[in-house]
C-alpha cells in the first residue's frame, strides 16, 4: 500500500520568509512518481512539480525549490522570500508503477501555509 | 487551450435522491479520474478511465457510486440514494495517457470541482 504523510497541517509565515514543507512517502514499487500540488482558495488544483524516482536532483523554479532524498523517503518544497499569493494548501501527492497503484494519485492530507503581509 | 471543466459547480440536494456530475477533459487526453475531497482533506482516488481499457473501479466507497466514458470524451459520476457523508468536493482529472512510462505526458490536471451538498 503506498501512503503519503504531510505531517504540518498548517504553517503560518511573515512574506519574505522562506518556508519548508515536508512529505514523507511509503511505497513498495521501485518505479513511482512524486507530486506537488496547490490548491489556492479558489479550490483548483494546480499542478507544480513531478519527479520519478530515479532522479534524486533537487530542482528549483524560481521561488520554489525541491529536495528528493530516496534514502529517507522524503520530497520536501521550500519556497524562498514567500509571497502573500503562495497562501494555499499544498498537497504532495504519489504514483507507482504496480498494476492498479501506476493510474491514481495517493495524496497527503496537505499543509495549509498562509504568508501574512 | 481549455482545461479540464467539470459541472455543476455546486449541487445541493436531499437525502436519498440521486445525482450526476459531469466531467469535460482536456481534449486528446486519454485518461481520466475520479476523487473526492473532504472538508479539510486530502483527495481520495475513486475511479480511473484508460482509453477504452475496463476502468479501475477499485476506489469506489460503495455501490452507489458508478461512473461512466464514452471513449476518450465525458465522464459521468452518478451517486445513487445520497448520503449525508457523500458531501464533498468531487474533482475530475485528465491526462494524456495514464500509464507511468508516458514520462511527462503523465501529469493529472485537474477540474475545478463539483462540491456537492447532502442535506
Known amino acids: 500500500a503506498q501512503k503519503v504523510t504531510q505531517a504540518q497541517t498548517e504553517i503560518s509565515v511573515v512574506e519574505k520568509e522562506d518556508v519548508t514543507l515536508d512529505c514523507v512517502y511509503e511505497t513498495r514499487d521501485t518505479t513511482y512518481y512524486l507530486f506537488w500540488y496547490k490548491q489556492p482558495p479558489s479550490g483548483e488544483l494546480v499542478f507544480l512539480i513531478r519527479?520519478?524516482?530515479?532522479?534524486?536532483q533537487n530542482e528549483i523554479s524560481g521561488r520554489y525549490s525541491w529536495n528528493f532524498q530516496k534514502s529517507t523517503s522524503s520530497f520536501n518544497f521550500t519556497i524562498t522570500a514567500s509571497q502573500v499569493v503562495d497562501s494555499a494548501v499544498y498537497f504532495c501527492a504519489l504514483s507507482g508503477s504496480f498494476s492498479g497503484s501506476a493510474r491514481q494519485l495517493t495524496f497527503g492530507s496537505g499543509t495549509q501555509l498562509t504568508v501574512l503581509p | 487551450g481549455a482545461g479540464v471543466s467539470q459541472s455543476p459547480s455546486n449541487k445541493v440536494t436531499e437525502k436519498g435522491k440521486d445525482v450526476e456530475l459531469r466531467c469535460d477533459p482536456i481534449s486528446g487526453h486519454t485518461a481520466l479520474y475520479w476523487y473526492r475531497q473532504r472538508l479539510g482533506q486530502g483527495l481520495e482516488f475513486l475511479i480511473y478511465?484508460?482509453?477504452?481499457?475496463?476502468?479501475?473501479k477499485s476506489g469506489l466507497p460503495s455501490d452507489r457510486f458508478s461512473a461512466e466514458r464514452t471513449g476518450e470524451s465525458v465522464s459521468t459520476l452518478t451517486i445513487q440514494r445520497t448520503q449525508q457523508e457523500d458531501s464533498a468536493v468531487y474533482l475530475c482529472?485528465?491526462?494524456?495517457?495514464?500509464?507511468?512510462?508516458?514520462?511527462?505526458?503523465?501529469?493529472?490536471?485537474f477540474g475545478p470541482g463539483t462540491r456537492l451538498t447532502v442535506t
Open positions: 478511465f484508460q482509453g477504452n481499457s475496463a476502468p479501475d
Open positions: 519527479r520519478n524516482s530515479f532522479d534524486e
Open positions: 482529472a485528465s491526462s494524456l495517457t495514464g500509464n507511468l512510462a508516458g514520462g511527462s505526458s503523465y501529469e493529472q490536471y
